[in-house]
């Protein structure tokens, strides 16, 4: 399993949780579903790792997910079919 941030900039989805781990990196353009349904397509992916020790020697390896609306969609589309999330 590979862990993972999942972070966008949009408002309406300030409340959605996205997962935390992935059984494969995501491609750009692959889509990840929150916990309400709510759907954002990859645009880029991020290979990062922090330091698990005070020392420096032990890093743990993660990924950085940014999510964005697909194309075809506006943020009034989002809004109005997530109402109440």
Partial sequence: MIKAICHTNLDSCKFETFP?????????GDYVEGCNGRKLQVVQVTHCAK?????GFDWEPYIEIELHLPPH?????????????
Avoid at 20 to 26: C, K, R, S, Y
């Fill in 20 to 28: 935390g781990v992935f059984v494969a990196v995501p491609r750009v």
């Fill in 51 to 55: 330091r698990t020790d005070s020392n």
């Fill in 73 to 85: 969609m506006t943020v009034a589309d989002d809004m109005q079919m997530h109402r109440g999330f």
